[in-house]
């Protein structure tokens, strides 16, 4: 019976009472949401003046860039005041060789773990999925402790190989859940052919894997961008990334607290990964739904 | 279940000195993942619990006394705080994040007009630090400044909304923060599922008459357990590393209103110079997750024994 359904009855008008509701809905939440993202635009346009006469929400009389350019170049961060934008080039310079490398490895412990696996990998695998989820901090005391025995702790390798190690658990699972959607004929094909370990990831697996690929490179990125108690612990004193040395101008400042100021700071840090999502669209939600483990 | 290589090596009848080899390269090319897993969530996670044990000060030592760090642990105001305060503010954060995703996605999901706008604009604080959303909810909450001042300057004289510098209220202050900033994952998560959800079923209730709000309750939400099981993976996992927003929010004050187990641990290890008590409260963080994950992963991975 329910195979053949045509309409009947009139056409439901446009503006219904539960279309007004979903709107209205629709509407409230977006300005719960778009709030934050406002305030610390029309914030850090503002004179430190302006910002005294306590209307948050107000426009700024006359826009200026003059708190973006204090918060990049001269704003305190702790010791020095040389502004943020050390911060931002820290950030670059360890998230890059992070993301490389991370992807890389997850991609072939991916696929080891898809098409080659060795005696123990499941339970190497086991120990990897758990390491997704336990708490920085059960781990993170024996590392520096490590780390400063041969000589990393504090250095941008240092960091950059904490990111690899923290970052495996996620890239592995997200590479082999998609190589275990490839079909495996291509794999046999291969191999048949005579074509080895390397081989076939290099010229069979990797070039299918461009879509995963992306998704990870966002997903990497944005996280490693946003980290902050990592750097903070593993970075050392010269690579501080952007998000400590954030936190630093906020909160320890001395006397007048120059809101425009931190907010400029606040924007420039959240610039790089916001750009990223509008960017890459589904593809951010798809790195999301990647930390889900299938069942 | 076979696996792909064994099945390979009969089909093309190679020798197992072939086998042999190419389980070796695959185990060379798997050095480093078994580096991480077995030094990082082996030896690191073993080496933090057994300092739980010792007296350990500044330096790791291993002079033995028992199960004396948890008894201090257990009887220190900041750290049956800390966990109180987890309690309140993970239940209350996950529940939160599950009606608002839910609802988001449900609104979204009945063919409005600008989805993708509202989409972009519920989901991009997911794409922001922790550290950001801190900072900018604490300028908001600012009592003299903030959201508080506007709505007293319209009129409401008596309006309060300055969580931050009450040390009863700092917690929920936290919660808006994290919620703005979550719960569009859950959106997210959610649409999706929605949008997998087959036809037929909606034909199905519409026959039957039964109105629109009770087949999504009744009917969609308990076929989408998967994608609920995953949100709610996923909020657990950021509940417990709520550090960085209770640091860039809060410092974790006024008085102890904020603390939390994670920043307990840090501060432990660094500023205060007591790894023992530390590395004991570490050791209670990863308890839960040992318990709840550890079956989970034990059933699905290792017993199964062959690709998901």
Known sequence: ?295 | MKTNADVLTQNTGNSTRKRKKLNFTSLIASTPMIIVAIGLFVICAGYSIMLSFTKSKLFPKFNWVGFDQYERLWSTTRWVTSVENLLIYGSLFIIFCLVAGFLMAVFLDQKVRFENGFRTLFLYPYAMSLVVTGLVWQWMMEPSLGIQNVVQELGWESFRFAPLVNPELAIYGILIAAVWQSSGLVMALMLAGLRGVDSEIWKAAKVDGIPTWRTYLFIVLPMMRPVLITSLVLLCVGVVRVYDLVVAQTGGGPGMATEMPAKFVIDHITVRNNVGLGMAAATMMLLPVLLVIGPWIYREYVKKGSRA
């Open chain 1, 1 to 295: 019976m329910a195979h053949d359904i045509t309409p009947s009855g009139p056409k439901p008008s446009r503006l219904s009472v539960a279309r007004i509701g979903v709107y209205g809905f629709l509407a409230m939440s977006a300005i719960f949401f778009a709030i934050p993202l406002y305030v610390m635009i029309v914030t850090s346009l503002k004179g430190m003046p302006e910002i005294r006469l306590g209307d948050l929400f107000a426009l700024p009389n006359d826009p200026s860039f003059a708190a973006w350019v204090k918060a990049w170049a001269q704003a305190c961060t702790g010791v020095s005041c040389n502004g943020i934008h050390e911060g931002f080039w820290n950030s670059v310079v360890i998230t890059v060789p992070s993301v490389v490398f991370s992807i890389m490895l997850g991609a072939i412990n991916g696929y080891a773990l898809s098409f080659w696996r060795f005696k123990g990998a499941n339970i190497v695998f086991a120990i990897l999925l758990f390491g997704a989820f336990v708490p920085f901090q059960v781990v993170i005391y024996p590392l520096i402790i490590f780390l400063r025995e041969v000589g990393l702790y504090g250095s941008l390798t240092g960091i950059v190989l904490v990111h690899m190690a923290f970052g495996m658990p996620i890239m592995t699972l997200l590479f082999r859940n998609y190589f275990s959607s490839l079909p495996e004929e291509l794999f046999k094909a291969a191999r048949v052919d005579g074509a080895g370990f390397w081989q076939i990831f290099f010229q069979i697996v990797m070039p299918l894997s461009v879509p995963v690929t992306v998704v990870a490179v966002i997903l990497q990125t944005t996280g490693i961008w946003n980290d902050y108690l990592l750097g903070l612990i593993f970075a050392g004193h010269d690579n501080l990334p952007m998000t400590v040395q954030l936190n630093n101008i906020v909160t320890t400042t001395f006397g007048v607290r120059e809101y425009n100021v931190n907010m400029a700071a606040t924007m420039l840090t959240a610039i790089v990964p916001l750009a990223i999502y509008l960017i890459s669209g589904k593809y951010f939600v798809r790195g999301i739904a990647a930390g889900a483990v299938k069942g």
